[in-house]
């Protein structure tokens, strides 16, 4: 039994049909990106997947349980801050927690242990302010990892940060999806991000979103900046990026037809 499936999932949003009939099993522990022209369904297939919208037709599967809803087995990090700014670091990462009905005790110990798997250990009693954008995703991070679940779902985590952080939160991201071995769900713009973290690629054709393709990413492990400058890295990255280049031009002669 696969960790995550997806079966035949489809959602129209009014008239608008985001997702039609999109299939996948993700085995777990698996790091899966999701690429593909904008406004072809990527974030709606993550709100699926996260209970937050009901699909039109097709389920998701976890552990063979049918989604339903949000629930503690799933986590979103979203590419905007979602932090509360009138709580310090630690007691934003406990809040989960807290909704849970955990004790203090047990919650402020689980905190700290995210943050120093986060690598803001230092962090945890300043508010979020205080802290650069790197910083504050890496809080993220840790809150969502703190109700413990099977799936991190990632919605562009790293769009809003500048190229050298984004590429140190990339390596960060790696080192903490090995020791918390999550399943990990990911949407990005960025191919060479996808193809630096992932398992496997899933190439989304223009709205609405099906599978065009799902890519395996053979590149050995650990990956390093090296792995970036290989041959067989750029190979990827060309590949995808082949596969979604009519879909980006197809979207975008769309957009100037409707505009
Ligand atoms: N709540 C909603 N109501 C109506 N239409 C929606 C809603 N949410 C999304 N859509 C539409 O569904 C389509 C897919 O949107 P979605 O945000 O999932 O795409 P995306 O691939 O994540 O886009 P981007 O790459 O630009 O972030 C878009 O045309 C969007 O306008």
Same mark, same amino acid.
């Given at each position: 039994?696969?960790?995550?499936?997806?079966?035949?999932?489809?959602?129209?949003?009014?008239?608008?049909?985001?997702?039609?009939?999109?299939?996948?099993?993700?085995?777990?522990?698996?790091?899966?990106?999701?690429?593909?022209?904008?406004?072809?369904?990527?974030?709606?297939?993550?709100?699926?997947?996260?209970?937050?919208?009901?699909?039109?037709?097709?389920?998701?599967? =976890?552990? !063979?349980?049918?989604?339903?809803?949000?629930?503690?087995? @799933? %986590?979103?990090?979203?590419?905007? &801050?979602? $932090? /509360?700014?009138?709580?310090?670091?630690?007691?934003?990462?406990?809040?989960?927690?807290?909704?849970?009905?955990?004790?203090?005790?047990?919650?402020?110990?689980?905190?700290?242990?995210?943050?120093?798997?986060?690598?803001?250990?230092?962090?945890?009693?300043?508010?979020?302010?205080? =802290?650069? !954008?790197?910083?504050?995703?890496?809080?993220?991070?840790? @809150? %969502?990892?703190?109700?413990?679940? &099977?799936? $991190? /779902?990632?919605?562009?985590?790293?769009?809003?940060?500048?190229?050298?952080?984004?590429?140190?939160?990339?390596?960060?991201?790696?080192?903490?999806?090995?020791?918390?071995?999550?399943?990990?769900?990911?949407?990005?713009?960025?191919?060479?991000?996808?193809?630096?973290?992932?398992?496997?690629?899933?190439?989304?054709?223009?709205?609405?979103?099906?599978?065009? %393709?799902?890519?395996?990413?053979?590149?050995?492990?650990?990956?390093?900046?090296?792995?970036?400058?290989?041959?067989?890295?750029?190979?990827?990255?060309?590949?995808?990026?082949?596969?979604?280049?009519?879909?980006?031009?197809?979207?975008?002669?769309?957009?100037?037809?409707?505009?």
């Amino acid at each position: 039994m696969p960790e995550l499936r997806i079966d035949r999932l489809s959602k129209t949003f009014q008239r608008t049909e985001a997702l039609r009939e999109v299939s996948l099993d993700v085995a777990d522990g698996q790091f899966v990106s999701f690429v593909g022209a904008s406004g072809c369904g990527k974030s709606t297939l993550l709100r699926l997947v996260d209970g937050l919208i009901p699909a039109s037709e097709g389920s998701v599967l =976890l552990g !063979g349980s049918p989604v339903t809803g949000p629930g503690n087995d @799933r %986590a979103m990090v979203f590419q905007e &801050d979602r $932090l /509360l700014p009138w709580r310090t670091i630690e007691r934003n990462v406990v809040l989960g927690l807290e909704f849970q009905g955990q004790s203090k005790r047990d919650s402020l110990a689980r905190a700290r242990e995210l943050l120093q798997l986060t690598g803001i250990g230092k962090f945890g009693s300043a508010y979020p302010h205080e =802290l650069s !954008g790197g910083m504050r995703q890496r809080a993220n991070i840790a @809150r %969502a990892l703190a109700v413990d679940p &099977d799936v $991190l /779902l990632m919605d562009e985590p790293f769009a809003a940060l500048d190229g050298q952080t984004r590429e140190l939160m990339q390596a960060e991201l790696v080192r903490i999806w090995q020791d918390s071995r999550k399943t990990v769900l990911f949407v990005t713009h960025q191919v060479d991000e996808a193809v630096y973290l992932s398992d496997r690629i899933v190439v989304l054709t223009a709205r609405p979103g099906r599978v065009k %393709a799902d890519i395996e990413v053979a590149l050995p492990r650990p990956r390093t900046l090296a792995t970036k400058r290989s041959a067989e890295f750029a190979g990827y990255v060309e590949r995808v990026w082949s596969l979604i280049e009519e879909e980006v031009r197809e979207s975008m002669e769309r957009e100037m037809r409707d505009a």
